[in-house]
Nanobody, 127 residues
């Protein structure tokens, strides 16, 4: 049974930082591309960042480029999202997701490409 468990969310002031973690189990983590998405109630779940199974390539939404950094530790079955220079508009529930990536060159930027999802962690940025 695949499980993805996010942690690290919370309340932070604008300009602050948070580090989200997503611990995976029940899958061969080192063969999965990992992504982070976020969602505000009533809105579509939107892409934030993704990292290839090898960790060699990353891709970001324009809205977070230069402020957020995705990374992974395959020996710990964990993917991270470092959130810096946070803004009130970054407030959302953040989800991690996993997609089989071994053998694929493309970066997965849509939610439909991911097979497994975590339950989410709330990030709230106050102004």
């Amino acid at each position: 049974q695949v499980q993805l468990v996010e942690s690290g969310g919370g309340l932070v002031q604008a300009g602050g930082s948070l580090r989200l973690s997503c611990a995976a189990s029940g899958l061969t983590f080192s063969t999965y591309d990992m992504g982070w998405f976020r969602q505000i109630p009533g809105n579509e779940r939107e892409f934030v960042a993704t990292i290839k199974w090898s960790g060699e390539s990353t891709s970001y939404a324009d809205s977070v480029k230069g402020r957020f950094t995705i990374s992974r530790a395959n020996d710990k079955n964990t993917v991270y999202l470092q959130l810096n220079s946070l803004r009130p508009e970054d407030t959302a529930v953040y989800f991690c997701a996993a997609a089989p990536g071994l053998g694929f060159i493309a970066m997965f930027r849509t939610r439909y490409e991911y097979d497994y999802w975590g339950q989410g962690t709330q990030v709230t940025v106050s102004s």
